[in-house]
């Protein structure tokens, strides 16, 4: 079946600091990818997407890289902010289907000045 | 377009008691997803309608829960009998078509005690 495996939190960094969180996942096919996150109090926000291998996704600084061999999407950020603390998710749309998202466990990110 | 509403925004309730949220949906959005999300862990889909129709129900969506869609607008996830094991955020998301990305509400708190 899908599924998606997150790296574990909460993870705790100092501002400017480079943020890794890894994202591995199992499918059939070729899903949609997706970074989802959530900051306190808030709904879920799309934060990337990539729908096909090799897509980078990027927004705010962020960017994941859609990777067929490894089936991994990754996310990283060159230099993190204490506005970025907040819970990310990610996710995959499969292919057929109700096109429901699968989600990850999340992973919470505390950013400290 | 002012995003996607679900009331109440919290809800507590004793065992054994019916509740019902509500989801209204970005206007124009004909496909309307139910999650659940319980603390620590990822959304969990629960079902999905496309316009007035439920079109996929997870097996999470035991016989106490119903939703319903009428006229394709708002939907309303009713679960009976609440259980301890019910206590969750439910979700609420909507999409313009199986293509476009899903914007999520701030979600329903439901606390059964």
């Known amino acids: 079946g899908n599924s998606v495996t997150q790296m574990e939190g909460p993870v705790t960094l100092s501002e400017e600091a480079f943020l890794t969180i890894n994202c591995t996942y199992t499918a059939t096919g070729y899903p949609s990818l997706f970074w989802y996150v959530q900051y306190p109090g808030e709904g879920l926000q799309l934060l990337l997407k990539?729908?096909?291998?090799?897509d980078k996704g990027s927004n705010k600084g962020f960017e994941a890289t859609y990777r067929k061999e490894t089936t991994s999407f990754h996310l990283e950020k060159g230099s993190v902010q204490v506005s970025d603390s907040a819970v990310y998710f990610c996710a995959l749309r499969p292919i057929q289907g109700a096109q429901k998202l699968v989600f990850g466990q999340g992973t919470r990110l505390t950013i400290n000045p | 377009d002012t995003g996607v509403s679900q009331d109440p925004r919290h809800k507590i309730t004793k065992r054994g008691q019916n509740v019902t949220f509500r989801c209204d949906p970005i206007s124009e959005h004909n496909r309307l997803y139910w999650y659940r999300q319980t603390l620590g862990q990822g959304p969990e889909f629960l079902t999905y309608f496309q316009n007035e129709a439920q079109l996929e129900k997870s097996r999470l969506l035991s016989d106490r829960f119903s939703a319903e869609r009428p006229k394709g607008s708002f939907s309303t996830l009713e679960i009976q009998r609440t259980e301890q094991g019910d206590s969750a955020m439910y979700l609420c998301?909507?999409?313009?078509?199986?293509?476009?990305?899903?914007?999520f509400g701030q979600g329903t708190r439901l606390t059964v005690v």
């Open positions: 990539a729908t096909k291998a090799d």
């Open positions: 998301a909507s999409s313009r078509d199986v293509r476009t990305e899903a914007f």
